[in-house]
């Protein structure tokens, strides 16, 4: 279908020119003449602006013959992929020479200028030889000096290296000593250090993960396997054992569903692009609780609010926070339980959301590790409830990606609170 819009066309990348004006030739003759009046607009415009471009080229052509000589040296090398200290003693000299020839022939000539050949003829031809030995002995020595200097700056460099070096893939444990007392290699250091335990934490997380994921799939992907044996042998003669295969095996079926639903989850968390909206947290969370009074009919499920709080944060994770709290909450609260939700707001204009359950409580030696993956105040009691060890762990990543933090307090036999707290609302 042809596009019969030429503004359109135009941003597209054709030219007006392309699509001649039809209608009268006054018409035609208006819109060139705004054309042209536009035209000589932007030169005039042009014209008032301060001129960089021609004091850049000044400066440039005033220093071409001292910046020329060490780029085009600096390239030379470079190619060469020579080491860094001999490319420096080498850029270094170079500009030591010129900068010393330059001051030399303004010395010879100065004298020239000024002298009598009366006395000595041969005395201008003297100092002109005497000014090369001079220029001769002052870039040996200074050559030597810059070896030895440029050495000592870069022998610290040279030492992180090698510790680096020493720095295996299978042991991530060791670290840089400082190498110098200069501020910028301590610093240099002490960042390679960091990045190090940052790397580290990832592998061991990295490890642990895999670890502890593939012995979760592996009680499901057994279980399923032993009931599909035990049907291949007698499920089609026994009718108790048929069924009871196929409830086990559709019940750990949905628990690898669910548990690769939350590991995709926590995987794109860290990748997420927040899209921050402005809404009614009171009348989202009462929402919230209203669908969860249909379903959880073994508990009883409240919110308490019914204050106006406007935030502006993504709703959909922010949902996926709470509801991951409040499931944690219903497989861990006896039949009859109460689940209350609350929010309230600080001095400092920050939100609380409060998820508190009358529960089975943490022990204060499991609380540290309750955001760990997989991790499991009672592993058998876990499974048994459906859970994945995965919700609080999601519930924690999400907070942090809003900006905010989740705390916990909780004790056994008493029950557990839960407190989502976010700034800035």
Not at 18 to 34: F, Q, R
Not at 164 to 184: G, H, N
Not at 383 to 391: A, F, N, Q, V
Request: include cysteine; charged fraction near 25%.
């Amino acid at each position: 279908m042809q596009n019969n819009n030429p503004q359109q066309q135009n941003r597209q990348g054709f030219k007006i020119e392309d699509y001649p004006l039809t209608g009268s030739p006054d018409k035609k003759e208006a819109v060139e003449e705004t054309l042209k009046e536009l035209k000589q607009e932007k030169k005039e415009r042009d014209a008032k602006k301060p001129n960089k471009t021609r004091g850049r080229k000044i400066l440039s052509a005033l220093a071409f013959p001292f910046v020329a000589p060490i780029k085009g040296s600096k390239k030379i090398l470079t190619k060469a992929k020579i080491p860094l200290l001999p490319r420096m003693i080498i850029i270094f000299s170079i500009m030591f020479t010129l900068l010393l020839i330059g001051y030399a022939t303004y010395v010879v000539l100065t004298v020239n200028h000024s002298f009598t050949y009366d006395t000595n003829p041969n005395a201008f031809t003297n100092l002109i030889i005497l000014s090369a030995v001079i220029v001769s002995l002052a870039i040996i020595v200074f050559v030597a000096l810059t070896a030895v200097f440029a050495s000592i700056m870069l022998s610290p460099i040279r030492r992180i290296t090698e510790g680096i070096d020493t720095i295996a893939a299978d042991d991530l444990s060791k670290r840089l000593e400082p190498v110098d007392r200069q501020i910028e290699f301590l610093e240099l250091t002490n960042r390679i250090n960091g990045l190090l335990d940052s790397i580290e934490k990832t592998f061991n997380r990295q490890e642990s993960f895999i670890a502890d994921a593939s012995h979760e799939l592996k009680t499901p992907i057994s279980v399923v396997a032993g009931y599909a044996n035990l049907l291949q042998r007698w499920g089609s003669k026994n009718e108790d054992i048929l069924n009871e295969s196929i409830e086990a095996i559709a019940r750990e079926a949905e628990n690898m569903r669910r548990l690769a639903e939350k590991l995709l989850l926590l995987a794109r968390i860290g990748k997420i692009h927040t899209q921050s909206a402005k809404f009614d947290l009171d009348k989202t969370l009462n929402q919230m609780v209203e669908d969860y009074k249909v379903v959880s009919l073994d508990h009883h499920v409240s919110y308490l609010g019914g204050i106006t709080i406007m935030v502006n944060t993504d709703l959909n994770l922010l949902l996926e926070l709470v509801r991951s709290l409040v499931d944690n909450a219903v497989r861990y609260t006896p039949k009859g339980g109460t689940i209350e939700i609350s929010t309230c707001t600080t001095e400092d204009e920050a939100v609380k959301v409060m998820v508190t359950d009358t529960g089975i409580g943490i022990s204060k030696e499991d609380l540290p590790y309750i955001f760990d993956r997989f991790f499991r105040c009672d592993r058998a009691r876990g499974r048994e409830t459906g859970g994945t060890g995965l919700g609080l762990t999601i519930a924690k990543s999400i907070a942090e990606a809003l900006g905010g933090s989740l705390e916990v307090q909780s004790k056994v036999d008493e029950g557990t609170v839960f407190t989502f707290t976010l700034w800035g609302k």
